[in-house]
């Protein structure tokens, strides 16, 4: 299994991105798939997650995070609105499956003021 993410770049506080992941590779199941993020000089943490149909996000990005997937399209997005600087990260994919967590490479997400 592969993860791939994309769709970071430099946006303005109050804008909004969409990042992308997109799964390759054959699994029989797959537990959690989700979102984490690492800001300068801080430790790596959990933005959000869904299993099955259920989604669960960190407390500071509630109501301004959207997390959700085309099963077609073996993809997961996370739509980001009303981004503040504090949202600057580097943004990875993640996800469980036969199993066995995979991370995708990151993708920077940048919030000027």
């Known amino acids: 299994v592969q993860l791939q993410a994309s769709g970071g770049g430099l946006v303005q506080a109050g804008g909004s991105l969409r990042l992308s992941c997109v799964r390759s590779g054959r699994f029989a199941s797959v537990h959690a798939w989700g979102w984490y993020r690492q ?3 801080e430790q790596r943490e959990l933005v959000g997650s869904i299993t099955g149909i259920i989604t669960n ?26 981004l503040k600087p504090e ?27």
Request: one cysteine or more; a positive charge; aromatic letters at 16%.
């Open 39 to 41: 800001a300068p000089g």
């Open 57 to 82: 996000y960190t407390d500071s990005v509630k109501g301004q995070f959207t997390i959700s997937r085309d099963s077609f399209k073996n993809t997961l997005y996370l739509q980001m609105r009303r």
């Open 87 to 113: 949202d600057t990260a580097v943004y990875y994919c993640s996800g469980t499956f036969d199993g066995r967590v995979y991370w995708g490479q990151g993708t920077l997400v940048t919030v000027s003021s």
